[in-house]
C-alpha cells in the first residue's frame, strides 16, 4: 500500500461522538423490529457517527428506533441528508481518545454502502494536520494525507466494489496533534456516463460578471472517480470558461491551443452539480460558441503505474509506445516510470514526441494524481512541475491522448528553480500542480 502505514492496537473498540444540526421533528425513527433492536447501538444504516454498529444492514433502516432516538439525542449520531447522500459529523481529537501505535489519536466513523455506488470521505481541520484512513468489509485499505497539498484537509473518493459497513478512522499525520474537526460522507449511485453537446451564443442581453463579460452557465451531475473534459469553441470571439465543483474550487481556462478554444480537463472528487460558465475574455464580446461536456473519459484511477521502470532526477530517457505496451482501460498504450525525491526540492517532468499526442501522469507516494494533455497548447510535449511535499518514490506514466496512438518519445526528469513555478495559475485547484493548457 503506497502511504502511511496505518497500525491498530491488537483489540480497538472506539468509542466517538458527533453533534448533528438536524431537528428531530424530521426524523421518522421507525420501530424496534430489528434483530439488533434495544442493545445501545444504531444499526439503521441512514445516519452515521460514533453510536453507529459495527455491521450495518439496508434491512434494518427504520427498524431500530428506540436506539437510534436515543443515540441521536445523545449528540452520538447524525442522519444522512437523503436530498444529497450527505451525512455531516463534527468531532475533536483529543488526548482522551484512543491511540494508533505512533501515538496519534484517532476517532472511527462507519457508513454502509452497495456495490456500483461512489462515496466520497471529506475531512477537514484548521488545528491539526489531517489523516484519513477508511477500510472495507473485505480488510483493504485506503488512506489519505493532504488532499491537493492542504494539510488541513483530506479526501477520499472510492468506487464501492463491496456490499457492506465501511469503516473511516480520522486521525492526525503527527503524533499527539489535537483539534476539532469536521467530517462529511457523501454516498450516492454513480452518475450517467454522458456526452453533452451545446450550441448558443452570447448575446448582449445575457447576464454579465462583475467584470461585464456576458455568460451562459449550464450544469451536470457529477461523481466522484469519474474524469471529465469540458470544451468551449467559438470563430466570434475570444472564449473563457469556469466550471465550478459542488466544493466551489473552480477551475478556469482562457486559451488552450488557440484564443478561440477553451478547457478543463480534471477528476472529479465530489458527488454533485458541476457548474460551467461559458464566457469570454474582454468584456462585452458577443458571438455563437459550442460547448461539449464529456464524461466519457477514462478515469484517472486506471492511470496509476504497474511495472515502473527507474528514472533519476537530471535525467532523460528515450521511449517507445507501441503494440504490446500496458494499456489503459480506453485502449492507450503506456510506459511506467519511478524517481526518488526529496521534501523541498522543485521538480519538472516532461514528455515530448512529433509522433503522438502526449499525455502525462504523475502520482506521488500520498497518491495525489497530476496530469498534462497539452503544454503550452502544443500537443507534442506534456509537463508537470511541482515542489516535493514528501520525501518519496514518485510514479510516472507516460501515455497517449488517443487510443492506440504509437512512437518515440523523450521523457524527462530535472531539479528546478522553486520560484519558476506558476502555482494554480488560473485557479486550477491544485496547491503545487502546474497543468498547461488547463492554466492560463
Known sequence: MIGKPFQFLAVVI???????????????????????????????????????????????AYHDAADCRNLFERGRISLVDSAD???????????????LDEGEFVDEYSFYAEAGQVATIDLRSSEFDTYLFVVAPNGD??????????????????????????????????????????LNIAVD????????????????????????????????????????????????????????????????????????????????????????????????????????IDQSAQSVETRRPRESQPITVDSDVNGVLEDGDEELDAGEYSDEFEFYAEAGDAVRIEMSSVEFDTYLVVMTPAEEVFQNDDYEG???????????QESGSYNIVATSYEARESGDYTLAVTNIDPGSIAIAASGTGRMFGLFAGISD
Open 85 to 99: 447522500g450527505i451525512g455531516s459529523s463534527f468531532g475533536r481529537l483529543e488526548e482522551s481518545d484512543r491511540k
Open 141 to 182: 485499505q485506503d488512506d489519505n494525507d493532504d488532499h491537493e497539498g492542504d494539510q488541513d484537509r483530506s479526501q477520499l473518493a472510492m468506487a464501492i466494489e463491496e456490499t457492506g459497513a465501511y469503516k473511516v478512522y480520522v486521525t492526525s499525520y503527527e503524533a499527539a496533534e489535537a483539534g476539532s474537526y469536521t
Open 378 to 388: 502544443s500537443t507534442e510535449r506534456s509537463a508537470v512541475e511541482f515542489i516535493v
Open 189 to 292: 449511485s454513480p452518475p450517467q456516463v454522458a456526452m453533452f453537446e451545446e450550441r448558443g451564443s452570447l448575446d448582449s442581453g445575457d447576464e454579465a460578471l462583475p467584470t461585464g463579460e456576458y455568460f451562459d452557465s449550464y450544469e451536470f451531475a457529477g461523481g466522484a472517480g469519474q474524469r471529465v473534459r469540458v470544451d468551449l469553441r467559438s470563430n466570434d470571439f475570444d472564449t473563457y470558461l469556469i466550471v465550478v465543483p459542488p466544493d466551489g474550487e473552480q477551475q478556469e481556462n482562457d486559451d488552450g491551443d488557440s484564443s478561440s478554444h477553451s478547457f478543463v480537463e480534471f477528476e472529479m472528487t465530489r458527488l454533485g452539480q458541476y457548474k460551467v460558465l461559458v464566457t469570454s475574455y474582454e468584456e462585452g464580446e458577443t458571438g455563437n460558441y459550442l460547448l461539449e
Open 14 to 60: 472506539l468509542l466517538f461522538s458527533c453533534v448533528s444540526t438536524n431537528a428531530q421533528s424530521n426524523i421518522e425513527f421507525g420501530d424496534d423490529t430489528s434483530t439488533w433492536a434495544n442493545d445501545d447501538e444504531c444499526d439503521d444504516p441512514r445516519f452515521v457517527g460514533r453510536g453507529m454498529a459495527t455491521t450495518l444492514l439496508e434491512d434494518d
